[in-house]
Structures are given as C-alpha cells and as structure tokens.
C-alpha cells in the first residue's frame, strides 16, 4: 500500500491530508475545499497535533484568499480577517493555530502595503503557507538533534500522546527526538502510552513507530507508574500545545500524571515543541484554555457505548504540567533549561532573528 507521510499538503487548489481519525484500520486522503470544511477537519480531528494544526490553518488562508471574490487589497484582506477567526475559534488550547493564522495575515497585510494586487496577495499567501509546513518539518529535525543528545544508548523512553510525522507536517516532535535517536543507533525501546480517550497512542504512535521499526510495547496509561516504579523508565517525552512563559505546559491530558510520577522516580522528564507552541503573552498554565470536548470520547469506544445512559461526563482535553516536573524544554533553537522564563524568551529571540535572515 502506497501511503504518505506527509500529514497535510495542498493540491490543486484544495487543502488535503490524512484523514487520522480512521488510522490504522483505514488509510484514506481527505479533501476541503473550503474555509469552513478546513475548520471543520481541525475541530473533528481529521488533523491533530498542534504543528500540523497550525500548518492545515496556515493552507485554510490560503484557500480563504484564493475563493475571496475581492478586487482590491482592503476588501481582501477584510476576508481574510474573517477568515482568520473562523479558523481560529476550531480549537482553542493549541496555539500554533492562532501563530500560523497571524503568520498568514501579516503576510498579506505586508504585501498590501507594498502595493501588491489581489492575484500577487493570493500568490504570495500560497507560498507562505507552503513555507511555513516545509520549515515544520525542518524545524522538527533539528529538535530532532538536540534532543536525541539527552537520550542514553539503551534508553527504555515512555511517550504520551501522538507527537510523529502525523502531530506535524512530518518527522514529529518528541517522536522526532525518538526518530533521530534511532536514527543515531542508539537501541531505544518506547513504551506508548495509549492514551485514553482518543487512543493517539495505540491508533497512531504505535502506527508510526511499527512502520519505521523502533521497538516499542504499546501500554495501558494507568501501566505507566508500576513501570517507572520499576525501574523500566529511563527518559520520559511529550509535546505540547501550548507553553507559558514560566514554562508550564499544556499536553494531551495524563501528561501531568507522567510528569508528576516521572520526578518522584528520579526520572528526567521533557517536553519537546518548536518555538512556535511557546506563547510568551501568558504569565503562567493557568491562562492557558482547556479545550472540553464531547462526552461520546469517554462513554463511547469507536461507537459502541460502555457507559450507562445518559451518564454525565467531564472530559477535559489537555492538562497543565507545572513547569517544576520538567527537566528541559528541548526546541529547535536548543535545550531550554531552568529558569525557563528567560530560557524560553531567549529561543523565541533567536527563532524570530533566524525568520528575519539574521541567523544561519
Ligand atoms: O488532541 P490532539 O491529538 O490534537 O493532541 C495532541 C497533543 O496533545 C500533542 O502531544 C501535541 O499537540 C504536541 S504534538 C507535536
């Protein structure tokens, strides 16, 4: 079977991509046309991970410039504002979508003021888009590097979530550090946790991990302590949607089990995200909004109901690990180390210094 590893592209004048939400059983392409289908792919999970969000949000304001009917810059870039808050409001916590959409607009804004017309605006919006999804994956391989540094040969490594070629444009983020560490020969093992209730873990990480043949054992999320607690741990990795400026995280809910579990086992622990998930306009995790999502992800399995009737369900989508259980923050501008507050503005600086061609 002939599948791409590429997570979302654009084609022929439509946004297309993997449609994750039937992966493993079913590898199929989805196709959106419009802006409102590409915020629907987002907030129904054909796209999740917050790179590829950000990327499928970037390619959605490409396509909101090429359908917008505008015959002047202003009232282009009126739909493009438009545009921009229909995508936004898709999903809340992961904030590479709102960075991707503000990357789009500025853009354009640039362009306009430069006297550009509609088609070169439209133009010049395709090829952002492209340019940010490709630097993604290039983004994610030099993560890839520094992190597969902290990684010791034989490491057993526990991973939360799906963070992979799939959570990205390509390559992956902790599954990137994971993939560049068995790239360096270092006979890793991973213990995938399966990550209830969407199960990214055993649909997707597992997927991932199995074609490109690195070890690993799938585990129940609730195996995780007994394992560390036998000493069958040795480094703990996730992503992120979203960082705080001190440092605290916001992950895939269970995150903050690990992390906690992880320090009283004298385990280090990281978090792996590209400079563009740190939002350094929140002090601390607890601005960070929680997205809630529907109570079929916790009473249903691939719909088949498991709980009573009409049970009432709380299902918070991510969780806060204090920036305390972490041991570094590994980017694509270098490990970040305690205190995070000035780690973390210093790698935003330099990733912004080598948008604007001021760095190799
Ligand atoms: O709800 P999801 O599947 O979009 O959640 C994804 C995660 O929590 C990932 O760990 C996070 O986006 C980082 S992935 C590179």
């Known amino acids: 079977m002939k599948t791409h590893t590429r997570t979302v592209w654009w084609e022929d004048g439509k946004v297309r991509m993997i449609d994750q939400r039937q992966l493993p059983l079913v590898y199929e392409i989805a196709d959106f046309t419009t802006v409102e289908e590409v915020a629907r792919s987002i907030k129904e999970m054909y796209v999740r991970g917050a790179p590829a969000i950000g990327a499928t949000a970037a390619y959605g304001m490409a396509l909101a410039a090429r359908l917008s009917p505008a015959t002047d810059a202003q009232t282009l870039l009126a739909d493009l504002k438009q545009a921009k808050a229909t995508l936004d409001a898709a999903r809340p916590t992961a904030v590479n979508l709102t ?51 902290v990684i010791p040969h034989g490491a057993n490594i526990i991973h939360h979530c799906n963070t992979g070629s799939l959570a990205t444009v390509d390559y992956g983020t902790a599954l990137g550090v994971i993939r560049a560490a068995h790239e360096a020969g270092k006979e890793i093992h991973v213990w995938v946790d399966e990550t209830r209730p969407r199960l990214q873990g055993a649909r997707l990480t597992a997927w991932e991990l199995m074609r490109d043949e690195i070890p690993m054992h799938l585990i129940a999320d609730n195996a995780a302590g007994l394992l560390m607690w036998q000493g069958k741990v040795d480094v703990v990795l996730f992503g992120a949607d979203r960082v705080a400026a001190n440092g605290d995280v916001a992950n895939k809910i269970g995150t903050y089990k690990l992390a906690v579990v992880a320090q009283e086992n004298g385990i280090p622990c990281y978090a792996v995200v590209p400079t563009s998930t740190i939002d350094l306009s929140l002090p601390d995790g607890s601005h ?73």
Not at 113 to 127: F, P, S, T, Y
Request: with cysteine.
């Open 99 to 149: 960075w991707a959409t503000t990357r789009l607009l500025h853009r354009a804004e640039a362009l306009a003021e430069q006297g550009a017309d509609v088609d070169a605006i439209r133009q010049g919006l395709l090829d952002e888009a492209e340019r940010l999804a490709n630097e993604d994956i290039e983004i994610n391989k030099r993560m890839g590097r520094y992190g597969a540094q």
């Open 288 to 360: 960070i909004p929680i997205e809630e999502r529907g109570w079929e992800e916790v009473a249903t399995v691939f719909g088949k109901q498991i709980a009573p009737d009409n049970v009432p369900v709380h299902n918070p989508a991510f969780d806060i690990t204090p920036h305390r259980y972490l041991t570094g923050i590994i980017t694509e501008e270098g490990i970040c180390y305690p205190p995070f507050t000035e780690s973390l503005r210093a790698a935003k600086e330099r990733a912004e210094a080598r948008i604007r061609g001021e760095l190799e």
